[in-house]
């Protein structure tokens, strides 16, 4: 296919495009029945061999692509790194259930029913719909950079959001860590206290996610600086609003474990297919206009938009049917974003850039404010900031107040 006139790719780099493509295809294919192996160790919470599998491939793929240098293939040696990535990492999953018995004996398995093999198509063709929103987030970002901005931002995209990417995956561990077991104190009928710890790892989550902000405001241009010589330039209010990009991705996903307790996932596909085509409605002519900055405004509102319209919906349908009450928080967002407002404005007011002492320096200043001010408050009042949670209603310091001195209990 012309990709060289899609994608804006030069005519001399457009064959290594194609090899790539169609490399990547064909090894995604190979692996996909691998990934029950995967599933089942989730099931049962054993994230140790999922992450020993995780840093084993990465180790053996920055190897393969460091040897493939090496041997002078260029930008193919990345497809030598993939494929010792594949190959290690599928062997350490399927070592793993084979050691820990996970997988069914031959004893146990039967004859499939046309009503099991129903359901399975039907959960199988929500969660591909699910995927393939997540998809076009993240997976188009890249692609439309290159249509719209030339692959010269592609580049400062790739290296400047590193850090982003790794503080979001370590953020996002609260969420997906805690998913299976969420659902195995729902599936035993326990919903209440599945619905308690939910709230609570919101909390847990969107405060990890503004400490990691500030983290990202303060040390990602020294950290692009330092990886690229100097040589490119990085625009420190990117860090911001990156930063509260985290805090939504941190916390929201927690919230989306209800469909995985009542296994619904049919509003969940369309809000993950509606943030992915809206991203790429908004993200092309903002890309056009503004570069990688519109691309990460664009993601932010589709991200906040999808948030409070269908997660919304999601968890009304789920207080519907179980008597609770949980509310998309935007007051707690609100009130985490208040630490990155702070980083932020410490940061522009000294310099935009400093050395890394100095970045080190107030990382730790503002840890301490955060120490002082926010978790003390929230410990003494963690009854109500969970409650805050569940509904709007008053200010978090006058219901603090009214609980002091009125002994006022929320219904």
């Known amino acids: 296919f012309p990709s060289h006139d899609i994608f804006r790719i030069s005519p001399a780099l457009s064959q290594d495009f194609r090899f790539l493509i169609i490399a990547q295809a064909v090894i995604s294919g190979l692996l996909m029945p691998f990934r029950v192996f995967t599933f089942a160790l989730v099931a ?6 999922i992450n020993l599998s995780g840093v084993l491939g990465q180790v053996f793929s ?4 460091a040897w493939g240098t090496q041997q002078g293939w260029g930008i193919r040696s990345y497809l030598v790194g993939t494929s010792l990535e594949t190959v290690l990492a599928a062997s350490v999953l399927w070592a793993a259930n084979h050691r820990l018995g996970l997988a069914p004996a031959k004893t146990e398995w039967s004859w499939p029913s046309r009503e099991i093999f129903r359901k399975i198509i039907r959960y199988g063709r929500d969660m591909f719909m699910v995927l393939i929103g997540g998809r076009l987030v993240y997976g188009s970002q890249a692609l439309l950079l290159a249509r719209f901005a030339g692959l010269e931002q592609v580049a400062i995209w790739s290296i400047g959001s590193k850090m982003f990417i790794f503080l979001r995956e370590l953020s996002a561990q609260v969420g997906q ?26 909390a847990a989550g969107g405060a990890l996610s503004a400490v990691f ?17 100097g040589k490119i330039k990085w625009d420190p209010e990117l860090d911001f609003f990156l930063a509260l990009l985290l805090l939504l991705l941190g916390c929201l996903p927690v919230l989306i474990h209800v469909t995985g307790m009542t296994k619904n996932l049919k509003r969940f596909r369309w809000a993950s297919l509606s943030e992915g085509s809206l991203f790429i409605v908004l993200a092309s002519p903002a890309i056009f206009g503004f570069g990688i900055f519109g691309m990460v405004l664009s993601q932010l509102l589709c991200a906040l938009l999808v948030g409070w319209f269908f997660i919304g919906l999601i968890l009304k349908d ?9 509310r998309f928080p935007l007051g707690a967002l609100l009130l985490w974003t208040t630490p990155l407002f702070f980083a932020f404005a410490l940061k522009s007011w000294i310099s935009p850039e400093f050395s890394p002492g100095s970045a080190l320096g107030l990382t730790c200043f503002v840890w301490l404010i955060i120490l002082i001010f926010f978790i ?33 209990k929320d219904p």
């Open 44 to 49: 049962y919470g054993r994230f140790d061999w």
């Open 62 to 65: 920055l190897a393969g692509f």
């Open 177 to 202: 860590a805690s998913g299976p077991l969420l659902i195995e104190l729902y599936q035993q009928g326990d919903s209440q206290k599945a619905v308690k710890m939910m709230r609570h790892l919101v």
């Open 213 to 229: 902000g500030s983290v990202l405001i303060f040390w990602n241009g020294t950290f692009v600086q330092v990886w690229t010589h």
């Open 318 to 326: 789920f207080n519907r049917a179980h008597g609770t009450f949980i």
């Open 376 to 408: 003390p408050s929230f410990l003494k009042i963690q009854p109500h900031f969970i409650s805050r949670l569940e509904r709007p209603g008053a200010s978090l310091f006058l219901r603090n107040l009214r609980s002091r001195f009125f002994k006022a």
